[in-house]
């Protein structure tokens, strides 16, 4: 083997050449620290997030061909690159050149909020549109699958998109063979006829057109070097690894001779993520590269061979060829393969993951294994001593030696037989998502009848998810030869397959019983779509199917993606032509944000001597600290020091709110993440090295407390409960003539920004200042702790936020913390200090929503109107206070939501508990509280025989009224918003064609719920509503302005440029704003609370007036002068250019001792409707269509405000659907990353969805009459989560379940699946509770 010199690669057209490359660097880190692109973001390093996505572009001097493809660039080893082009964001288009028409539109049509996803998913498209000019819808939601944007909702990334798309007219996707377009929905008149009033927020016409002849050429170099280059192994030695790339079969068979237990890496997507994860290492790797013999696919007359080194996609692509030339009944395994490969993770790992890879990875959740596995595949194999075949059976999978490759073998091709006429294939999975999530349990089933009869002559079934790896029920499978196809034998299936596969209780991964109800669903499923297809072949005994029962194997309905947006402009007479407030601006970070120019805390270059910090964190959720020993992190090269308590003595506390909290814990741990040292080293890598090699020794402590109720069982508590009390309720439920009593729990939520938790800290070597550049929302606070931490005044500490990469509450207080830290180790050794956190570090540090119970007792009458009502509220704080009382407090005066009852007594808790401290989280208490009243609301319609919207409507605050803490209420534009949500969702037409539905369909259900809103905006004190600007003009006539506000995605600083344009009149192009910082304005709020443009806007305002005022003798002066001539003249007259301007807060109390106050300014009204559709024998849920309408009041930027309501309705979808949270009964988190937590992805989005604001009012006194929309949306999700609900209820009642239905938040596929109680959830083993120790504990 030849020690090649050097690797080469282009990036962006450039050649790169590395002589001494580390084979464990990953592309991500090497663009962002070596080649210093920083538009290729990094989001959670495991494949999972779609962040780091380039193209990656290859010549195949064979077919003569050039290939791109998106690629994850966090798991692409940079040795595997060698004679690749990469492209990055970087490369496609900039600010400075020519910014590329998918940068572009991306931005115009304000796809990107944060913009921290925004390079992904841009290079997404980009590799789509290189590869498709013209791609279809399907091609376009397919290739972002792997992106995730935790803050638009998506809708706007898929508009910006469809305008490449070839037809817009006709969906593309036809259900019965007719066009959605013609058909409407469930026969029902199409949205835009009833609503005609649409206007778009972008302009089509202004885009640049798509010219394939721009984009950059892939390199001749690299075409020459493939050509004619001969083809030699490749070595690359690092420090601890070595890279071995084979470039033909026999040097592969020599490399892996050579050395036997060295992974043959293809993807990396799986032995990348168990090297970072689970600390695995490798000395030696192999990686073949262009090696005809494993790149190749045959059909013959009864197989298809796929070579081990296609790509998944590559695979997929040829199932689709051969599926269309071979006759139906050849094909039925390729479709089931087919099937699964399209919701196989997201494209970019299908890209990068082979066959091979996947095969011999035998995860336990593998979705192709437990089909090839039935399908009595071959594995083709190869060494130096020879070739040898081994079937892919339950033995190869469990690796029995006998049956397992060989340390020295190579897996070459497998071989996939042709399906016969009476043989019938299909695959099954469910997920806690549709898409990009891996599978709680899937299956492969295949059946083989002889000719023309339905007696079971062949009988294979396999499952995933339930044991260490793909399990085969091989001997129930045994037991069945023989048997007719009918109900007895489902019935014996069922029962065998039971007994052979099982799950003990405390079986890894958790929802035991789920899985176990899943396992026979699949089977039933099975039954049911063979049954369906020989009755059409005609054997003689075969069952007819009831009509009923055939929507148990169809998939779910989807219609292609739409979507309306109304809303008016307000129309002011006096209004300036260019005067910018009430357009939909584009967000100005916009195009920056995807052309990835847009700096975010980490992008910031290296300072010089630069050292890197990294925590060492509690691992026991209650324990005393006997012993930390040091010393071997220490002696680690490149270790610096590692800061602990010891170094912190006397600034080791800082108070928060009104809790002192500890910066680092030596003595005692009160929950699994907290900050025990840190680790300082001259780079990351040796950081985390060497905090892995901190060994801290704990003994457990008693009571270890992680849920509500334990906290309740031991008196837990932060301080006493609040309560707010109006009318008297004991009285009233003397009069009620109904009284129900109820609970429901509510499930956390991670705050998932994108940018993880970010600081450098840069001491400035003169009269102890310090520079602390840091991802928060709370700039002072930072400066306050760090300030403290380093015992200086407040005016040596200097705090800079330019932007954030989202943040939803989540980055102030352990923010700070962190910072206090860093800063203390940048200070000690005088040198700037960085910390940027991994995902699965921040998510285990960083707390979340708070998780609730809440507790309720409604007294009411037969018509529905709800009389007395009293309630407990009870939130999991963790460990430390925080803000845990503000949020039971905000829960508390938010609960009755769009309510009025007349008698009401709600007490809170916030409990202490083991968990990391909970924190603020957009919404902060109201979905919770929100959702409590909600559900209490729709089992008193239950109890009433009514509709839940008829109960919604009949308790509403109608006109004007009081709170329970009696602040006058008018609820005129509330009332508007729900009818306007009945009549634009045809709301009584879909209900009727929904039970229409139901009744046709006994395994589908449909379900439709509207629910309103009333969110209060306000910050309960005047002090913390006060807001300062800064603005200059400046002699040229340019300003400069500044607030205190933090843009971290919501467009802050695009509605402020908007003020300063109208105030002063001048265009939005001659105003600038450079970031936040504490030095430009002291003293600021935090950045939440929905309030931020309104507060920091009415204080920019104020700014310029003041500089208007001053101003006017000489504008009056010179009234056709330009701002030029006006700054001149002011300066020669010696009139400050210069303003200052303040907002003092809005008038706002709150007493708790009384219970009453005005705590909040204004209310967002608002209405959702979504409707629906599950599978009741999976759990799998569809959001079919969702139509909001919301009270904005007059909107400053109606495109800003609009993805304001989607994103928060998206993240509360997420909260009430499929984000869920799994703990051990140790307290540790399980879910620390995208691969085990799901947010929402572009699958979950409603496919139809319809936005409309209420026409502009001028009511509030806030800045322009604008509301601030940051939060409410949120809430808005469970309309969502009562659809579910409905249609669960449509399905119970169905079997008979009349019973009261509880349904816990969030509504995952398992608690969706469990609620639909049909004869195999009876059917399954159910462990007694106390008898296993479950994997996971409900938080
Ligand atoms: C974010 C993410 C999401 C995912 N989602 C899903 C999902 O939804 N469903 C699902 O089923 N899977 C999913 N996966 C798993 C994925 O399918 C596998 O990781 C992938 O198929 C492995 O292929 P690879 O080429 O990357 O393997 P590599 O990581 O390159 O190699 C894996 C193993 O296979 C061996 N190997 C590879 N090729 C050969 C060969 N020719 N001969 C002998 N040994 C070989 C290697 O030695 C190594 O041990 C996901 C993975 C990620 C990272
Ligand atoms: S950072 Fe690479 S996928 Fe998330
Ligand atoms: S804009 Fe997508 S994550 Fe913020």
Redesign the pocket.
Known sequence: MDRAAELLFYVNGRKVIEKNVDPETMLLPYLRKKLRLTGTKYGCG???CGACTVMISRYNPTIKRISHHAANAC?IPICSLYGAAVTTIEGIGSTKARIHPVQERIAKCHGTQCGFCTPGMVMSIYTLLRNHPEPSLEQLIDALGGNLCRCTGYRPIIDACKTFCKTSGCCQSRENGVCYLDQGINELPEFEEVNKISLKLFSEEEFLPLDPTQELIFPPELMIMAEKQPQRTRIFGGDRMTWISPTTLTALLEAKFKYPQA???????????EMKLKGVFHPVIISPDGIEE?NFANCSHNELTLG??LS?TQVQYILGEVIQNLPEEKTRMYCALLKHLT???GSQ?RN???L???I??R?L????NPLLAVGNCTLNLLSKKGKRQVPLNEEFLRRCPSAD?KPE???ISVKILHSRKWEFVSGFRQAQRQQ????VVNSGMRVFFGEGGDIIRELSISYGGVGPTTVCAKNSCRKLIGRPWNEEMLDAACRLVLDEVTLPGSAPGGRVEFKRTLIVSFLFKFYLEVSQILKRMGPVRSPGLADKCKSAFEDLHSRHHCSTLKYEQNVDSKKHPQDPIGQPIMHLSGIKHATGEAIYCDDMPTVDRELFLSFVTSSRAHAKIVSIDLSEALSLPGVVDIVTEEHLRGVNSFCILTEPEKLLRTEEVSCVGQLVCAVIAESEVQAKQAAKRVKVVYQDLQPLILTIEEAIQHNSFFETERKLEYGNVDEAFKVVDHILEGEIHIGGQEHFYMETQSMLVVPKGEDQEIDVYVSTQFPKYIQDIVASTLKLPANKVMCHVKRVGGAFGGKTYKTGIMAAITAFAANKHGRAVRCVLERGEDMLITGGRHPYLGKYKAGFMNDGRILALDMQHYSNGGASLDESLLVIEMGLLKMENAYKFPNLRCRAWACRTNLPSNTALRGFGFPQAGLITESCITEVAARCGLAPEKVRMINMYKEIDQTPYKQEINAKNLIQCWKECMDMSSYSLRKAAVEKFNSENYWKKKGLAVVPLKFPVGLGSVAAGQAAALVHIYLDGSVLVTHGGIEMGQGVHTKMIQVVSRELRLPMSSIHLRGTSTETVPNTNISGGSTVADLNGLAVKDACQTLLKRLEPIISKNPQGTWKDWAQAAFDESISLSATGYFRGYESNMSWETGEGHPFEYFVYGAACSEVEIDCLTGAHKNIRTDMVMDVGCSINPALDIGQIEGAFTQGVGLYTVEELHYSPQGVLYTRGP?QYKIPAICDMPTELHISLLPPSQSSNTLYSSKGLGESGIFLGCSVFFAIHDAVNAARQERGLFGPLKLNSPLTPEKIRMACEDKFTKMIPKDKPGSYVPWNVPI
């Open positions: 495991t494949g999972g798991l992974p043959v890496v293809m993807g990396n997507t799986s032995v990348g993520p494993l081990a080194g998944l919701t196989l993770a790992i990068m993951a082979s091979g890879g996947h011999v990875s995860h959740d593998s979705d192709l490759l073998e190579i897996l990009n999530a891996l599978a691969n």
